[in-house]
């Protein structure tokens, strides 16, 4: 990837953010240290974020009600804090949903168009 | 928290506390305090998870604090921002104000300073005539 694909990317990745997270989180409940590395995985290492930045959408969204937060403890005596989409969450991540898809089909169809005309054009 | 990390507590707390500074530009105190206990717990977890881990191996996981401003700034609310900045404003006035008036209070002092000092050198005869009988 050249630098402008990666300047490019992190813009989209700055908007993109929260409904990932919301995505992540509406497969099954996570601790903070999984999601970036589900994240991570489910995108081949392009949405590769570092775990401090989900820290304030994930405050934002708890105070929201969006999701809630669970301390457990696992086997080995260590306390996780999971993460949990409540049902406001789920609607929440459906609109965001939609609407994403809304302008990444519309992007997409305009770079389409764009590059038939240009293949018209050189023929 | 395993005690053998290479990570030393002060670091944490240094780094976190970096990370403080920088989300109290788009942040509110109660929100700021919110993150960092968040954050504070996921370090935990980390170190726990990695207890060889260096501080520039916790630091690559978790961002330096100026990439952490790159999504913030974009995902605050534009009225938020601009409240903050008007905040900014607000104190750099007062802050501005309060500086005017220390320097007047300053001037009016060294001028009533000098005013009573030539008032007392003016009471002070130059010379007084003794008449001798």
């Known amino acids: ?123 | 928290m395993n005690q053998t990390t290479n990570i030393r507590p002060k670091d944490i707390r240094h780094y976190l506390k970096d990370i403080k500074k920088q989300l109290l530009l788009t942040h509110s105190k109660a929100e700021t305090a919110s993150i960092i206990e968040m954050l504070q717990t996921s370090i935990n977890e980390f170190i726990e998870d990695n207890p060889t881990a260096t501080m520039e191996d916790l630091t690559m996981h978790f961002s330096d604090y100026t990439s952490l401003n790159d999504i913030e700034l974009y995902n605050t609310d534009s009225k938020i921002l601009e409240e903050k900045l008007n905040h900014s404003k607000t104190i750099k006035k007062i802050a501005f104000i309060v500086l005017l008036l220390v320097v007047l209070a300053f001037i009016i002092y060294a001028i009533l300073c000098v005013k009573t000092y030539i008032d007392i050198q003016n009471s002070i005869d130059a010379y007084k005539v003794i008449e001798i009988k």
Do not use: W
């Open chain 1, 1 to 123: 990837m050249n630098k402008n694909e990666e300047a490019m990317i992190t813009k989209l990745k700055r908007s993109t953010t929260e409904v990932l997270l919301l995505s992540l989180l509406s497969q099954k409940d996570m601790y903070g240290y999984q999601l970036t590395a589900e994240m991570k995985q489910q995108s081949n290492g392009l949405c590769n974020y570092n775990e401090t930045t989900f820290y304030p959408i994930l405050n934002r969204l708890l105070n929201q009600n969006m999701i809630s937060m669970t301390r457990m403890i696992t086997d080995q005596q260590r306390v996780r804090v999971y993460y949990h989409l409540e049902e406001s969450g789920k609607e929440y991540y459906e609109d965001l949903k939609i609407a994403c898809r809304l302008y990444m089909n519309t992007v997409d169809k305009i770079l389409s168009s764009t590059e038939d005309n240009n293949n018209e054009s050189d023929n």
